[in-house]
């Protein structure tokens, strides 16, 4: 077992400093407001199903966004989980251009302290700023870039209350930094009485955030059950600093340290529900809100102001047979879901809708699992005055490894 545990320490060794990292993968315009783009939780297990996860009780898989789900896991088992993703985005109305980015998704691992308390921990990314573009003037260009976000690395808990009553909580440590340029080049115009100028601000936060989860599951009748889950996620008080230097080619202007107070991610709250019909079909619904109408960061910009972020978000899984042991297809598990989302930004009093669909693939080999989800989806609206159209896919991969360790084997 020591031997198992070496390995996968040395694991995540490797992978965590490009966890850490990971919130630079993205390139979205709209990732200069704010904290940047919200990330959506789930493994490849749940984006293939739309990211339904409140009422996801999956006993050989970590779902994190729910931390009651973690009594499900077996009382003798560890898992370890990690993914990756991959993102191709094309952008219109304004901005004809693409990208590709790709970086590690999450990293986390369960396991039980006692035969009632089970335990997980991990770290994903909680939002992403990457984006540069530029405005040009007669004069001069201004270039906006930006980079970073923040991280989420959680320790959680779960007991079971009662035979079919499950109450778990998150305790997270967020975390990360995000830099904000804009430059104000001169050069190739015809002015030559000023300097290129170059102002850079960048923002360190930290704060501490707690989960409270809920699932109740009950067998309807032979063929059915059903869980009922719901997550409730406190404010989340923010230490900010920052750091603003100004400066030309040839002499600093101006280089300054400030806190900022007052910012805070505001509280969020999720339900779901799970229907499992004849251990072949699973069906799963969720809605998620979070109020965002009074957070602030930096002055507000024009034309954007935010918004109450709502999602809704449907999924359904089907499998053949997951016990025959003679036909490996029948073993497979095949996900679709869609989701729909008025995000937290609102633009030229507009909100920015974000909706789309999911398909995914999970692959059993032994105990373990390697799991595919693939995404389309769109943001923005291309009939909109100066609003981007951006069209995004992404394709995730998680591998997980589920082991019984916590027993002696006996041996005659």
């Given amino acids: 077992m020591w031997h198992k545990i070496k390995i996968i320490v040395v694991l995540i060794g490797f992978l965590l400093p490009s966890a850490v990292n990971a919130q630079y993968a993205q390139n979205l315009p709209y990732s200069n407001y704010g904290i940047g783009y919200l990330s959506g939780n789930g493994t490849a297990h749940i984006s293939g199903m739309g990211g339904t996860s409140m009422g996801m009780r999956l006993p050989n898989h970590i779902n994190y966004s729910n931390p009651a789900s973690y009594t499900s896991q077996d009382t003798m088992s560890f898992i370890f989980e990690g993914g990756v993703f991959g993102d191709f985005k094309n952008y219109s109305n304004g901005i004809n251009a693409s990208s590709y980015d790709g970086n590690i998704d999450h990293i986390t691992i369960g396991f039980p302290i006692t035969s009632w308390l089970k335990s997980s921990v991990g770290i994903t990314p909680y939002s992403q700023v990457d984006y540069k573009f530029s405005v040009p003037y007669e004069k001069a260009d201004k270039y906006y870039l930006g980079e970073g976000g923040l991280n989420k690395f959680y320790i959680g808990n779960s007991i ?22 804009l430059n104000i080049l001169y050069s190739g115009s015809a002015d030559t009485t000023h300097m290129d100028l170059y102002n850079v601000s960048r923002y360190a936060f930290e704060g501490f955030n707690f989960d409270l989860g809920l699932q109740y599951y009950a067998n309807l009748s032979k063929n059915l059950n059903i869980t009922i889950g719901g997550v409730y996620s406190t404010k989340i008080p923010l230490n900010t600093e920052k750091q603003t230097s100004t400066y030309t080619s040839y002499d600093t202007l101006v280089h300054k340290t400030a806190n900022i107070s007052n910012v805070t991610i505001p509280t969020k709250i999720g339900g779901g529900i799970a229907l499992n019909i004849k251990d072949k079909y699973l069906i799963s619904a969720d809605y998620i809100h979070q109020d965002w109408n009074d957070f602030i960061f930096e002055n507000p910009k024009n034309n954007v102001q935010l918004q109450s972020y709502q999602t809704y978000r449907l999924g359904f899984q089907y499998v053949q047979d997951k016990s025959d042991v003679r036909n490996y297809l029948n073993r497979i598990r095949y996900r679709i879901g869609a989701h729909y989302s008025n995000t937290h930004l609102q633009l030229y009093n507009k909100p920015l809708i974000d909706k789309g669909f999911s398909l995914g693939l999970g692959f059993p080999f032994g105990n373990n699992s390697f799991n595919i989800a693939f995404k389309y989806g769109s943001r923005g609206n ?3 005055t100066s609003i981007i159209k951006e069209t995004y ?9 589920y082991d019984f360790w916590f027993f002696e084997r006996k041996y005659d």
């Fill in 382 to 384: 291309s009939n909109a």
């Fill in 393 to 401: 896919k992404r394709i995730t991969f998680s591998v997980t490894f």
């Fill in 160 to 181: 079971e209350l009662f035979n079919q009553l499950s109450l778990g909580f998150n305790f997270s440590y967020i975390f990360g930094s995000i830099n904000k340029n």
